[in-house]
């Protein structure tokens, strides 16, 4: 019995030794913080991600992003996706729908389709794609392509958390823990407020917190070319 125990402290002792020098492996930690603004119901809804990271190579093959169509309203609002996904556009509402986008890197149209139907397209360049519908003005939403898989929406409180494991849970990515220690930019987009960004340290183990403070304005391009 005894040892048994010396055997098992033994190894434990070695996980732990191993855990902490295999770089990049759950040391270092998150990004969280808050953001409050100015002019907005609800600071909700705001992208927060980091314009270079670490890329991480996940299978994308399972994940399912979903813009849907009901009561004249896209949802979400705002959809953030890595690079090289596919959304799919299920038309669940009692009339017909026609998804287009203008913007420049990803310019696309669907065309008119029936309530039960659905499309997919995939986006394979990162940027800004204000999706549209031809037959009603007032439906708008956003889906941001981004270079990498860490990023954030806000939460009504405008709570956010880098990586974001809620996100990767709902969308079926494979969970990422932390971030790698080291110096990141931080930046904000919102089709209201004017964008913003922040130079981050993330320790050697442990989380880095940042608050903002947004006000309205035109927001910036993702990534400058
Ligand atoms: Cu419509």
Redesign the pocket.
Same mark, same amino acid.
């Given at each position: 019995m005894k040892k048994y125990n010396i055997y098992l402290i033994s190894i434990i002792f070695a996980a732990f030794v191993l855990l902490l020098y295999i770089p990049g492996a759950a040391v270092a930690g998150k990004i969280t913080g808050a953001v409050k603004v100015k002019g907005l119901r609800a600071p909700a809804d705001i992208l927060v991600y980091l314009t270079k990271a670490p890329s991480v190579s996940v299978d994308l093959s399972k994940t399912k992003f979903v813009m849907d169509?009901q009561n =004249?309203t896209f949802l979400p609002h705002v959809l953030p996706i890595p690079v090289g996904a596919t959304v799919l556009f299920p038309n669940n &509402?009692k009339? &017909? +729908?026609?998804v287009f986008s203008l913007s420049r890197s990803n310019k696309f149209n669907l065309g008119s389709y029936k309530p039960g139907e659905r499309k997919t397209i995939r986006f394979d360049k990162p940027g800004i794609v204000e999706l549209r519908? &031809? =037959? +009603?003005a007032e439906?708008i939403a956003y889906i941001l392509v981004l270079q990498n898989l860490y990023f954030a929406v806000t939460d009504a409180k405008g709570q956010f958390e880098i990586p974001d494991t809620e996100y990767s849970a709902k969308y079926c990515i494979p969970k990422i823990e932390n971030l790698p220690s080291g110096k990141y930019t931080v930046k904000t987009w919102h089709e209201k407020l004017k964008t913003e960004k922040q130079e981050v340290v993330v320790p050697d183990n442990g989380d880095v917190s940042i608050q903002w403070n947004l006000t309205r304005g035109t927001p910036g391009v993702l990534y400058k070319r």
């Open positions: 169509q =004249l &509402d009339v &017909d +729908h026609n519908c &031809d =037959l +009603h439906m």
